[in-house]
Protein backbone atom coordinates (compact mmCIF):
# COMPACT_ATOMS: atom_id res chain seq x y z
CA UNK A 1 0.00 0.00 0.00
CA UNK A 2 1.77 3.22 -0.98
CA UNK A 3 1.54 6.02 1.50
CA UNK A 4 -0.51 8.49 0.27
CA UNK A 5 -3.14 5.57 0.84
CA UNK A 6 -2.18 5.01 4.21
CA UNK A 7 -2.34 8.96 4.82
CA UNK A 8 -5.85 9.34 2.35
CA UNK A 9 -7.94 6.25 4.69
CA UNK A 10 -6.35 8.15 8.01
CA UNK A 11 -7.68 11.00 6.87
CA UNK A 12 -10.71 9.40 6.05
CA UNK A 13 -11.52 7.47 9.39
CA UNK A 14 -10.64 11.14 11.19
CA UNK A 15 -13.35 12.63 8.98
CA UNK A 16 -15.82 9.03 10.34
CA UNK A 17 -14.66 10.67 13.68
CA UNK A 18 -15.29 13.90 13.76
CA UNK A 19 -19.02 12.88 12.00
CA UNK A 20 -19.63 10.69 15.16
CA UNK A 21 -18.92 12.86 17.37
CA UNK A 22 -20.90 15.69 15.95
CA UNK A 23 -23.61 13.22 15.86
CA UNK A 24 -24.98 14.26 19.12
CA UNK A 25 -25.95 17.56 17.57
CA UNK A 26 -27.06 16.66 15.02
CA UNK A 27 -29.86 14.06 16.76
CA UNK A 28 -30.71 17.31 19.23
CA UNK A 29 -31.52 19.34 15.79
CA UNK A 30 -33.90 16.11 14.71
CA UNK A 31 -36.06 16.77 18.20
CA UNK A 32 -36.68 20.19 17.17
CA UNK A 33 -37.30 19.89 13.16
CA UNK A 34 -37.29 16.25 11.69
CA UNK A 35 -35.42 17.64 8.54
CA UNK A 36 -32.92 19.73 8.85
CA UNK A 37 -29.47 20.92 6.65
CA UNK A 38 -27.08 20.34 8.89
CA UNK A 39 -28.51 16.55 9.31
CA UNK A 40 -28.78 16.41 5.50
CA UNK A 41 -25.08 17.62 5.27
CA UNK A 42 -23.86 15.42 7.89
CA UNK A 43 -25.54 11.98 6.79
CA UNK A 44 -24.07 12.89 2.97
CA UNK A 45 -20.96 13.26 4.10
CA UNK A 46 -20.91 9.84 6.46
CA UNK A 47 -21.90 7.92 2.82
CA UNK A 48 -19.87 9.01 1.14
CA UNK A 49 -16.91 8.88 3.75
CA UNK A 50 -17.77 5.04 4.44
CA UNK A 51 -18.43 4.41 0.54
CA UNK A 52 -14.67 5.58 -0.55
CA UNK A 53 -13.15 3.75 2.54
CA UNK A 54 -14.80 0.50 1.50
CA UNK A 55 -13.91 1.07 -2.47
CA UNK A 56 -10.31 2.29 -1.11
CA UNK A 57 -10.11 -0.81 0.73
CA UNK A 58 -11.17 -3.09 -1.84
CA UNK A 59 -8.41 -1.65 -4.25
CA UNK A 60 -11.42 -0.04 -6.60
CA UNK A 61 -10.40 2.65 -9.53
CA UNK A 62 -13.46 4.56 -9.15
CA UNK A 63 -12.27 4.85 -5.58
CA UNK A 64 -9.61 7.32 -6.53
CA UNK A 65 -11.98 9.79 -7.80
CA UNK A 66 -14.40 9.66 -4.44
CA UNK A 67 -10.91 9.56 -2.60
CA UNK A 68 -9.78 13.34 -4.62
CA UNK A 69 -13.29 14.55 -3.37
CA UNK A 70 -13.40 13.73 -0.02
CA UNK A 71 -9.62 15.18 -0.14
CA UNK A 72 -10.79 18.52 -1.52
CA UNK A 73 -12.72 19.25 1.80
CA UNK A 74 -9.13 20.18 3.19
CA UNK A 75 -9.58 23.28 0.46
CA UNK A 76 -12.13 25.50 2.53
CA UNK A 77 -10.65 24.38 5.45
CA UNK A 78 -7.83 26.81 5.05
CA UNK A 79 -9.48 30.08 5.09
CA UNK A 80 -12.28 29.09 7.67
CA UNK A 81 -8.45 28.42 9.77
CA UNK A 82 -7.42 31.77 8.05
CA UNK A 83 -10.27 33.63 9.00
CA UNK A 84 -10.49 31.93 12.92
CA UNK A 85 -6.90 33.33 13.35
CA UNK A 86 -5.46 29.80 13.47
CA UNK A 87 -2.68 29.93 11.43
CA UNK A 88 -0.94 26.54 12.12
CA UNK A 89 -3.97 24.79 11.86
CA UNK A 90 -4.59 26.69 8.11
CA UNK A 91 -0.66 25.58 7.79
CA UNK A 92 -1.25 21.92 8.37
CA UNK A 93 -4.37 21.12 6.38
CA UNK A 94 -2.85 23.03 3.49
CA UNK A 95 -0.08 20.63 3.38
CA UNK A 96 -2.32 17.81 4.28
CA UNK A 97 -4.57 19.01 1.04
CA UNK A 98 -1.78 19.44 -1.19
CA UNK A 99 0.12 15.79 0.00
CA UNK A 100 -3.49 14.36 -0.31
CA UNK A 101 -4.20 15.91 -3.86
CA UNK A 102 -0.95 15.36 -5.60
CA UNK A 103 -0.41 12.13 -3.95
CA UNK A 104 -3.77 10.90 -5.28
CA UNK A 105 -3.26 12.23 -8.59
CA UNK A 106 0.12 10.34 -8.97
CA UNK A 107 1.33 6.96 -10.65
CA UNK A 108 1.62 5.36 -7.40
CA UNK A 109 -1.84 5.49 -5.87
CA UNK A 110 -3.22 4.76 -10.09
CA UNK A 111 -1.30 1.72 -10.08
CA UNK A 112 -2.55 0.56 -5.96
CA UNK A 113 -6.08 1.45 -7.12
CA UNK A 114 -6.32 -0.81 -10.28
CA UNK A 115 -9.13 -3.43 -9.57
CA UNK A 116 -12.37 -2.59 -11.98
Known amino acids: MPPVIQVFLGYAFLILGVIGLSLRFVVDLAVAAPVSLVG ?67 DAARAWLNEA
Do not use: H
Open 40 to 106: LVVMALLAYDIFTITLVLQRKEASRALALGLSSLTVPAVPLALFSGMLPVALLVAALGILLLRGLAG
